[in-house]
């Protein structure tokens, strides 16, 4: 096709395509854009003021979290994002784990264990060697075993399942760094035998495990984990104080 013409479609089903002239085209999509509004409510856009800012791709704030039933926060725009041609936005859910939206679909909110940890400014491993080899740690693999709005410390694992199952569990220190949590030798053994102790220690005589208030039908490393959050997060605090 020759470069200098564009093909655009004014019908629904992209039928009906029309050649312009390139140096039109960009007049047209100029009025495009600065005529956009919400699919919605039909109102523009208001990005720099205002409760109206383009959240997807074609729909307003306000709109979005009326069709999510009002079940978000929203906590503003995701600030890490330099060179994406997208916008991402960010949301609370009643648990305080952060979803997002971004304008390059209307699709609903997805959640992320990454942005949640990062929003409450705890560090995220994005590697780590093993066996003589740098393993990377990817996004959407990573679950946390403890409270991240409360808690100064939480256990973080990595969990891999695809080809060969390995997990990677560390601690993650809030406006601090991420270290590996080993079982075998160090201070994170010793907080882990510490917390597998006191996990066992909650047994009751009907065979239930009690954490946070639960009953727990049975033995979890995982909630093992959850106690050795309480109990770094209990020892962090504690140094920060007599400081």
């Given at each position: 096709?020759n470069p200098?013409?564009?093909?655009?479609y004014?019908d629904?089903?992209?039928?009906h395509p029309?050649?312009?002239?390139?140096?039109a085209?960009?007049?047209?999509?100029?009025?495009?854009?600065?005529?956009?509004?919400c699919?919605?409510?039909?109102l523009?856009?208001?990005e720099?003021?205002?409760?109206?800012?383009?959240?997807?791709?074609?729909?307003?704030?306000v709109?979005?979290?009326?069709?999510q039933?009002?079940?978000?926060?929203?906590?503003?725009?995701d600030?890490?994002?330099s060179t994406?041609?997208?916008?991402t936005s960010?949301?609370?859910d009643?648990?305080?784990?952060?979803?997002?939206?971004?304008?390059s679909?209307d699709?609903d909110?997805?959640?992320?264990?990454?942005?949640?940890?990062?929003f409450?400014?705890?560090?995220?491993?994005?590697?780590?060697?093993?066996s003589?080899?740098q393993?990377?740690?990817?996004a959407g693999?990573?679950?946390?075993?403890?409270d991240?709005?409360?808690?100064?410390?939480?256990?973080?694992?990595?969990?891999?399942?695809?080809?060969?199952?390995r997990?990677f569990p560390?601690?993650?220190y809030?406006?601090?760094?991420?270290?590996?949590?080993?079982?075998?030798r160090?201070?994170?053994?010793?907080l882990y035998?510490?917390?597998k102790k006191?996990?066992?220690?909650?047994?009751?005589?009907?065979g239930?495990?009690?954490?946070?208030g639960r009953?727990i039908?049975?033995?979890?490393e995982?909630?093992?984990?959850?106690?050795?959050?309480?109990?770094?997060?209990?020892e962090?605090?504690?140094?920060?104080q007599?400081?």
């Amino acid at each position: 096709m020759n470069p200098q013409v564009k093909i655009v479609y004014l019908d629904a089903y992209h039928s009906h395509p029309i050649a312009i002239a390139e140096s039109a085209f960009a007049d047209i999509e100029r009025q495009v854009l600065a005529a956009r509004v919400c699919r919605i409510c039909g109102l523009p856009y208001t990005e720099e003021t205002g409760n109206r800012p383009r959240v997807t791709q074609n729909i307003c704030l306000v709109c979005y979290l009326k069709k999510q039933q009002d079940t978000y926060t929203f906590v503003g725009k995701d600030e890490t994002e330099s060179t994406s041609h997208y916008t991402t936005s960010l949301y609370l859910d009643v648990k305080g784990i952060v979803h997002y939206s971004t304008t390059s679909n209307d699709n609903d909110p997805e959640e992320s264990i990454e942005m949640t940890l990062r929003f409450y400014g705890f560090p995220v491993p994005d590697s780590i060697e093993a066996s003589g080899e740098q393993i990377p740690l990817y996004a959407g693999n990573w679950y946390i075993h403890g409270d991240v709005r409360n808690q100064s410390v939480v256990v973080i694992e990595f969990i891999k399942r695809i080809d060969d199952y390995r997990h990677f569990p560390f601690l993650s220190y809030k406006q601090g760094e991420a270290v590996l949590l080993d079982k075998r030798r160090g201070n994170t053994r010793r907080l882990y035998l510490a917390a597998k102790k006191q996990h066992e220690a909650s047994k009751d005589r009907r065979g239930y495990y009690h954490l946070h208030g639960r009953e727990i039908g049975n033995f979890s490393e995982t909630n093992v984990y959850y106690i050795v959050s309480d109990l770094a997060s209990a020892e962090y605090d504690a140094k920060q104080q007599d400081k």
